[in-house]
C-alpha cells in the first residue's frame, strides 16, 4: 500500500508563488509517473501536470510558463512550484502517482488533495 500526502496550499493573492509537495510513503518497489490534478468549483478534475521517473514533465497548456513540476527520487516526493497564480487556478490539487509493488504489479495511488484558493 502506498499513501501519499499532499502539502503547501493555501490562500495567495493574484500574482502571488506556492510551492505543492507530495510524498510517497508505504510499501513499494519504486514510483514510476507523478502527476498533479485539480479540481476547481463545478468543473472536472484535469491534469495539471506530470513527470516520469526520469524527469520528463508535461504541462496543461493553462499552466505553461507559470508552473514547474519537479520530483526527488530519493525522497519518493513531487513538487509543484505555481508562479504567477490566478483566480481560476482556485482549486484542490491532487497528488497521483504511479506505483510498482514489491511483487511488481503496477498500482495508480491518489493523495487527499490541498486546497489552493487564489483571491484578493
Known amino acids: 500500500q502506498v499513501q501519499l500526502v499532499e502539502s503547501g496550499g493555501g490562500l495567495v493573492q493574484p500574482g502571488g508563488s506556492l510551492r505543492l509537495s507530495c510524498a510517497a510513503s508505504?510499501?513499494?518497489?519504486?514510483?514510476?509517473?507523478m502527476a498533479w490534478y485539480r479540481q476547481g468549483p463545478g468543473k472536472q478534475r484535469e491534469l495539471v501536470a506530470g513527470i516520469t521517473r526520469g524527469g520528463m514533465p508535461k504541462y496543461a497548456d493553462s499552466v505553461k510558463g507559470r508552473f514547474t513540476i519537479s520530483r526527488d527520487n530519493v525522497k519518493n516526493t513531487v513538487y509543484l512550484q505555481m508562479n504567477s497564480l490566478k483566480p481560476e487556478d482556485t482549486a484542490v490539487y491532487y497528488c497521483?502517482?504511479?506505483?510498482?509493488?514489491?511483487?511488481?504489479?503496477?498500482?495508480?495511488?491518489w493523495g487527499r488533495g490541498t486546497l489552493v484558493t487564489v483571491s484578493s
Open positions: 508505504g510499501s513499494f518497489f519504486s514510483i514510476n509517473d
Open positions: 497521483n502517482a504511479a506505483a510498482i509493488s514489491q511483487g511488481f504489479v503496477t498500482m495508480e495511488y
